[in-house]
């Protein structure tokens, strides 16, 4: 079998089965290498001890992915992926997977500090966060940066809306996250009045969107309400903290009756960042106007003579909780990259030894007197 991705060409068979699960031309275009040798696309729904669940045209099979297991982690399958599958045989392998459009990868919490991929080919990165209890702005944050960087565009939704009966108040609330997330809509939802779901689920109806969030956060229940049924379990939170028990364990990739795919995931406890400057710079991006018209190109935003974005912490236009964020995000990101890149780790000693000598520098003038 085979075919031309001209207009004029009929779609392969499997386009049609595959199309409410993501496939597109641009898909099939990247398939066409693999088209006549026994191979079938698939996405990956869910992945498991080495093996994931793949829906292809003959629909859920089970594939070994002992072919495609690199040492590097970022190149595993994962849940989102479009595989090339072996079209026949029991068990079936998948051979490899097709060019990741984008993928949502966080830093482990292992001493190796490797990263790991969460989903892949995801349009929307959905951050579930409770109005059940404080807003944890500095995560919110957090969320956004990786989001950013994986090349999808964020979506805040702040679940348990009914929760908050005073509209003053949610309104106060919608604003902080609002401010924390430049360029990002934010939308209150309840699943259990129907808040806001209707909007969300025209949202999500345009391509593969990904639920993330801390357990408790509402993610299982929101997926619920977005498939019209039961699908993912639910257990209650605790009323003491807001926090509730890992209802997901696995990621897993469902089509939407209305359109569009959704994958949910657990709870993540920690959610590190991986080489996310790019995502850092995209959720803080008023304090990098700001510091577009710092005195010097460098300026770090400390102490310097000339600093803009100090200037607008000291009037109030920044808020400084911002910039502590943001310089705590780029310091725990450069930790990062600094293991895996010699060159900038070796930058980084070099600026420290610098420092080191200014600062002994100083003491000692001080001492004599010379300062």
Request: proline share 5%; net charge negative.
């Amino acid at each position: 079998m085979s075919f031309s991705s001209s207009p004029s060409s009929p779609s392969p068979s499997y386009a049609h089965a595959l199309t409410p699960f993501g496939w597109d031309e641009a898909w099939e275009a990247e398939f066409a290498p693999y088209t006549g040798r026994g191979l079938l696309p698939g996405r990956v729904v869910r992945v498991d001890r080495g093996q994931c669940d793949v829906m292809t045209a003959d629909g859920i099979v089970r594939a070994d992915t002992a072919f495609v297991t690199p040492h590097d982690p970022l190149r595993v399958i994962c849940t989102g992926d479009w595989a090339v599958v072996e079209g026949a045989g029991n068990p079936r392998y998948v051979k490899t997977y097709l060019p990741r459009r984008t993928a949502f990868v966080r830093s482990t919490s292992s001493q190796r500090s490797e990263g790991q991929i969460l989903a892949a080919n995801v349009d929307h990165a959905i951050i579930a966060v409770s109005l059940a209890v404080e807003l944890d702005l500095g995560r919110i944050e957090r969320f956004l940066a990786l989001a950013w960087e994986s090349g999808a565009q964020p979506l805040v939704v702040l679940t348990k809306a009914d929760l908050v009966p005073d509209p003053v108040t949610l309104a106060h609330l919608v604003q902080d996250v609002e401010t924390t997330a430049p360029g990002v809509d934010v939308l209150t939802v309840s699943s259990h009045t129907g808040e806001g779901t209707d909007v969300l689920a025209a949202v999500v109806a345009g391509g593969t969107s990904v639920l993330l969030g801390i357990s408790g956060a509402g993610k299982s229940t929101l997926a619920n309400a977005l498939l019209g049924s039961d699908v993912m379990d639910v257990q209650a939170t605790r009323d003491v903290d807001g926090k509730g028990r890992h209802t997901t364990t696995t990621r897993n990739l469902l089509a939407l009756p209305g359109g569009g795919v959704l994958i949910d995931t657990p709870g993540l406890r920690g959610v590190g960042l991986w080489d996310a400057g790019t995502g850092v710079g995209q959720v803080f991006s008023e304090i990098e106007e700001y510091a577009a018209d710092c005195r010097f190109h460098d300026c770090a935003h400390e102490a310097e003579p000339g600093c803009a974005v100090l200037e607008a912490v000291g009037t109030g236009a920044l808020p400084e909780r911002r910039l502590e964020s943001y310089r705590k995000l780029l310091r725990e990101n450069q930790r990062i990259v600094a293991k895996t890149d010699a060159r900038l780790r070796n930058e980084i000693r070099r600026d420290w030894r610098m420092k080191s000598a200014e600062g002994r520098a100083n003491y000692a003038a001080k001492r004599t007197g010379r300062y």
